[in-house]
């Protein structure tokens, strides 16, 4: 190892030590931090249970701060924790750096990272950060690159501009149909939605199990398993006015629902649901992105994050027809014991198994 001096990155301290009044600093002045680096994020996923906060501040030789919000995973037979910056699920992680996440920075933060103790770490950076991470990441024989895609709004120029230059005519179309249509819509930020949500979250489990060729029993346990509903009620409380969840209302009844997160710069949506039944003919999930939309631009947030979208055809199309544009990324992950192969080797036998699609 090199001289502490020589270090791009230095260690000071780790989870519960660093201070909450600097990380809240940190975010703050950090352009593009998500939500879901902030400390209440970290709150709510720590509150959520089986996570412990191990979060890392660095500095680097100019004397500048830079935070890497990172969870322990521990389990109750013991052994080697995992640390993941997120977990799957929880959205990105990766360095808040108000002075930029730079390639130097990264690689110094990969150095103390690949010296920990941990079994695996689990690295999912925000996207827009991809070109500094893979430069650091390039040639290291013990980190894995597992190539990723998201979709990113600029909302510079304000609704306006993003209105008429950036969101397709189609979409204008839809959204006019939905409002003609009569779809009422309403947004909260008090948790008070969270039932409607998460009923509607439901009934999308089942028809991603139709559509996937997935066996119900096991589409409705990974889904409630990954997304119960006391996750949404932490989320809500934790998050407060950063966490909101807009409702598609059609004849009364819930037909859609999205929950995005804001904070500072950044608006992040995170989850999307629906009765496809009564959402699909009105266009309802068009005309609620677009008012989470205009919102996230009246709130001075200079992008709208669409969140993963993998290899799917669909949700790349749904996210390009707002001006979202695709961002190629990785994830990073370190392990004393490769085994990311070998689960995604299964992964993919369980699929071919039971005739498994992607359609979403």
Known sequence: MTATADRPAQRLASGREISRSLWHE??????????????EWMDALTHSGGYQDAGRLYTNQQGTHALLPLVRRTYPTGGPAILQSMPSSWGFGGLIAPSGVTPELVSGVLD?????SALRVRIRPNPVHAAAW??????RAGVTAIPARAHVLDLEGGFEKVWTERMAGSTRTSVRRAEKRGVVVETDDTGRFVPVFYELLLRSFDRWARAQHEP??????????????????????????RCRITVAWVEGRPAAAILVLRDGANAHYTRGAMDKELA??????????????????????????????????????????????????????????PVHRADRALRGYVKRAIGFVDAR
């Open 26 to 39: 940190l975010h703050r002045a950090d352009p593009y931090a998500l939500p879901t680096q902030s400390p």
């Open 112 to 116: 103390d990272l690949e010296h920990s």
């Open 134 to 139: 893979e430069e650091a990441a390039a040639g």
């Open 216 to 241: 119900l029993w096991l589409a409705r346990f990974r889904g409630r398993h990954r997304d119960p509903r006391t996750k949404f009620r932490v989320i809500a409380e934790r998050m407060g006015p």
């Open 280 to 337: 699909a003919p009105v266009r309802a999930n068009v005309l609620l992105h677009r008012i989470a939309i205009e919102d996230a631009c009246r709130s001075g947030c200079r992008t709208y994050h669409m969140g993963e979208s993998g290899s799917s055809h669909t949700l790349s199309r749904f996210k390009a027809q707002f001006g979202a544009v695709p961002v190629d990324y990785a994830e990073y992950w370190i392990e004393r014991v």
